[in-house]
T-cell receptor, first 114, second 114 residues
Framework: DGGITQSPKYLFRKEGQNVTLSCEQN?????MYWYRQDPGQGLRLIYY???????QKGDIAEGYSVSREKKESFPLTVTSAQKNPTAFYLC?????????????FGNGTRLTVT | ELKVEQNPLFLSMQEGKNYTIYCNYS?????LYWYRQDPGKSLESLFVLLSNGAVKQEGRLMASLDTKARLSTLHITAAVHDLSATYFC??????????????FGQGTRLTINP
């Protein structure tokens, strides 16, 4: 079955530590995205990538970094520079032809930083 | 900058009643998406609305799009408890590279009581 796998589901870290969230897809989608969701709020775009070895900042990229070395993988690193990292992080992908195609979302990683 | 606003943000209703969730957006777009999110879960695509006047129906849910008014509605008919969830609308804007960038509303938390 094709889909998007995010791991881990829950992640706990101490303040000041960098942490990397995994996102893997086997849908053969070109575009991948990272969104952040805070309690009771909508999703905000962190980074996105259209093709391998290229990515763009979204609306709230500060304190985050990404890489896109393979089409299937788009890991997100939450750095110590991110002031409020505790949130629910969702990875998504979309095929090249976006007509009639909504974003496909992974199951999310809930990050808690104390 | 594209802004998306939903109302109401919270909605508590009784089974069997009808209600409508509204989604307004600030700049021109021809594509709008509705998603459902259950607590602690990822987003599930409900509807993709691609043009002015588009109407889609699935079971007790019906979505419509008026691009001239920059308004979409999600109508719930004869609500049942299983429809309790948070509903998001998302409006598409394409980046200069053709990436499908979605801007989300704040979400409407719907609770349906027996």
């Amino acid at each position: 079955d094709g889909g998007i796998t995010q791991s881990p589901k829950y992640l706990f870290r101490k303040e000041g530590q960098n942490v990397t969230l995994s996102c893997e897809q086997n849908l053969n989608h070109d575009a991948m995205y990272w969104y952040r969701q805070d309690p009771g709020q909508g999703l905000r775009l962190i980074y996105y990538s259209q093709i391998v070895n290229d990515f763009q900042k979204g609306d709230i990229a500060e304190g985050y970094s990404v890489s896109r070395e393979k089409k299937e993988s788009f890991p997100l690193t939450v750095t110590s520079a991110q002031k409020n990292p505790t949130a629910f992080y969702l990875c998504a992908s979309s095929p090249p032809d976006t007509n009639n195609s909504p974003l496909h979302f992974g199951n999310g990683t809930r990050l808690t930083v104390t | 900058e594209l802004k998306v606003e939903q109302n109401p943000l919270f909605l508590s209703m009784q089974e069997g009643k009808n209600y409508t969730i509204y989604c307004n957006y600030s700049t021109t777009s021809d594509r709008l998406y509705w998603y459902r999110q259950d607590p602690g879960k990822s987003l599930e695509s409900l509807f993709v609305l691609l043009s002015n006047g588009a109407v889609k129906q699935e079971g007790r849910l019906m979505a419509s799009l008026d691009t001239k008014a920059r308004l979409s509605t999600l109508h719930i008919t004869a609500a049942v408890h299983d429809l309790s969830a948070t509903y998001f609308c998302a409006v598409e804007s394409l980046t200069s590279q053709g990436a499908q960038k979605l801007v989300f509303g704040q979400g409407t938390r719907l609770t349906i009581n027996p």
